[in-house]
């Protein structure tokens, strides 16, 4: 029987199965001779599929960790522990543009004296008085272009914040 091709390349010819191919088939596929060199690359796009899905997952991990979790993905931060009574005052500046909202990451615990934590724009208009003594997130609108100013004013503090911004 003439076997009619489909699609006819100089080395290869495809062409329709027929019953008598499965018999062909199954004794070619059953020859370890032919086999053995398909096993060796099958055994080797496993561990290419393995080393790649491996490296999705180490990227998603750290893209979600930088993202998250780490003080890498802020604008900035102020943060202190006072374990004795301490008066002073701790402030960071950044710069906006018009209408650029900034979230707030505000914790502080206040074991005694007075902690008040501000956002001043550069003319000293208070823009938001934070609450102390918990943990808060705030997202802020900024109308103007400029620099503003995170402070931490304490007196006679012992206690902990932290402000993270981004």
Known sequence: MVRKFFLDT?????????EKDISETLELWGNPEVTKYLEREWLRMKKTIVVIIAIVIVCAVGIYSYNNISDFSYLGCIKDNITSKDSNNSEVTFNVKNGDEIKFFCDSSVKKGTLKITLTNSNGKLIKNFQTN?????????AKKGKYILSATYDNFIGNYTVKYK
């Open 10 to 18: 100089a080395r290869l010819g495809f062409s329709v199965w027929s």
């Open 134 to 142: 918990k943990n808060d997130t705030e997202q802020i609108s900024l």
